[in-house]
């Protein structure tokens, strides 16, 4: 494996590949240490929505980081696709945020008022005429607030993307790699212990959800992260049901290659089982049904389950430690690390290679930020929705 490195970053889901990535295209020599293999954790188990408009009610940096991210995508997909010939899957065709209750739809008018006064395009659609859109809604919905802008990947092959582009980039990748404990000499990161033996770095990024609470916590830097347990299945059918994202209060699906619907995703914070309840599958197929009742014909796939990386604040950790100099953290993107995967890795890169970092609201994702629920960041994302990002 060798013994030193520029930077190791410890977790190969979306974020830590993506953080490879960007410093491999600056040149750094990066060692990306992975525990089980790339994407085995909430990565691989992400729906890829690209969801930057469809829970934002307020103004803060994490709506502002999501359209940043979100507008990465067409020229990431290029980059990475002519890197590593895999092709991400990106779809832009929209996303119907779906009201079925008088209540809802007027949520959702504000939040489409929100919207457009921040320059996003978005729009209400009565029941009509969001079934003329997708003609297997159900009619007895309230209406929808169509998203032109909002669209989706592929999960899994965007992880493996991130990772296999930085290889190229000449990155070294260690797959079913454990780092036990790092190595700190007056106040900053040298290193890392792992069943190899130690490897020493200048910078070490800890990328892996909620492990990396532990190994934060040896360094001195207390983070809260906690995961929330999100159960999906899919489903195949003759012909696509739908061809935009379908995303509702209890539910979402997302239309994948194939006939292919992805459906998610319940929500269970702090449960770190990874097993699929009867319970859970019913509440999301009952609802996926009374939004597409074509779905009961369609065939079944498959089920899952994965842990999204959680805060108090719902904001993400990302920069440098001030209380441990070379130690960076980019963790807790709840349901949103492939959403804001792209921007992530292009940040926090600036910030490792001394750059100025390209974000006005950076400070606000500072790993020793006073982080609890009641401190919550305007733009936190609410609590219905699947499992994204390291998650």
Known sequence: MGHHAEVIIVGGGVIGGSVAYHLAKRGRRVKLLERERVGAGASGAAAGMLGAQSEMHEAGPLYELARRSRAMFPQLDAELRELTGIDIGLVQRGLLKIARTPDEAEEIRRMIDFQVRSGEAAQWLGAGEACELEPELAGSIEGAMWIPGDGHVSAPELTAAYAHAAVTLGAELYESSVVHELRIEGGRVTGVVTDEGVIG???LVVAGGVSGNRLCAQAGLRLDMYPVKGECFSVITRRPLVSRTIFANGCYAVPKRGGRLVIGATVAPRDYGLTVSAGGLRRLLDSACSLLPAIADAQWEKSWAGHRP????GLPYMGESASCRGLFVAAGHYRNG??????????????MCGEPVSFEAWNAFAP???????????????????VHGDA
């Open 368 to 386: 020793d930020r006073r982080c609890d629920a009641q401190t919550a960041s305007a733009g936190a994302l609410a609590s219905i929705g699947g």
């Open 310 to 313: 959680q805060t108090p604040d």
């Open 338 to 351: 492939i959403l804001l995967s792209a921007a992530a890795g292009e940040l926090m890169a600036e910030q």
């Open 201 to 203: 770095c200048e910078q």
